[in-house]
T-cell receptor
Framework: NAGVMQNPRHLVRRRGQEARLRCSPM?????VYWYRQLPEEGLKFMVY????????ESGMPKERFSAEFPKEGPSILRIQQVVRGDSAAYFC????????????FGSGTRLTVV | GQQVMQIPQYQHVQEGEDFTTYCNSS?????IQWYKQRPGGHPVFLIQ?????EVKKQKRLTFQFGEAKKNSSLHITATQTTDVGTYFC??????????FGAGTQVVVTP
């Protein structure tokens, strides 16, 4: 039973490029969460999605960031026109039901903007 | 908004010693969860506490949820090198939204 799959594990982008981060939740999980972690810091909530719906995006920057979880395929976190400050580890987590259950995290995508 | 504070930020422990990390919320929580993240790794779910005053044990780890459901603690006895990592608490509000603390980074010296 595969866990939460994230790819790529490492992503290097030049300033101004777009970054696309993918997340496939655990089988049977329909709730997906994205978190950002800066070095030596905690996890900052970004967005909570269910299939085809954004439930809570209160942690997402208003510009350049977007997320989707289509009916078919993985959840995508998209960062347009990346800047150095976007460099961080981005973790995706999933749960089988709505919030209030333990999350299963993926291995993360380490984004480096050069 | 809800804030979750963890102390200490760093914990240096001699192998075999005990230590405790604390988690405090500015608001009453519906539940609290604990996660462990090894260096270079991802957070791994350890446990969830739901009831006021609840105490749960996992081998050498003891988790407690305060009576007012605003604080929690993790106590580790006889620390081992495998306990190295960062321990995060995460408080859930009434909507189930998780707010993570900044974590306690644990370093174990043999």
């Amino acid at each position: 039973n595969a866990g939460v799959m994230q790819n790529p594990r490492h992503l290097v982008r030049r300033r101004g490029q777009e970054a696309r981060l993918r997340c496939s939740p655990m089988k049977g999980h329909s709730h997906v969460y994205w978190y950002r972690q800066l070095p030596e810091e905690g996890l900052k909530f970004m967005v909570y999605l269910q299939k085809e719906n954004i439930i809570d995006e209160s942690g997402m920057p208003k510009e350049r960031f977007s997320a989707e979880f289509p009916k078919e395929g993985p959840s995508i976190l998209r960062i347009q026109q990346v800047v150095r400050g976007d460099s961080a580890a981005y973790f995706c987590a999933s749960s089988p039901r709505d919030r209030g259950w333990g999350y299963t995290f993926g291995s993360g995508t380490r984004l480096t903007v050069v | 908004g809800q804030q979750v504070m963890q102390i200490p930020q760093y914990q240096h422990v001699q192998e075999g010693e005990d230590f405790t990390t604390y988690c405090n919320s500015s608001t009453t929580l519906s539940n609290i969860q604990w996660y462990k993240q090894r260096p270079g790794g991802h957070p791994v779910f350890l446990i969830q506490l739901v009831k006021s005053g609840e105490v749960k044990k996992q081998k050498r780890l003891t988790f407690q949820f305060g009576e007012a459901k605003k604080n929690s603690s993790l106590h580790i006895t006889a620390t081992q090198t495998t306990d190295v990592g960062t321990y995060f608490c995460a408080g859930a509000d009434s909507w189930g939204k998780l707010q993570f603390g900044a974590g306690t980074q644990v370093v174990v010296t043999p």
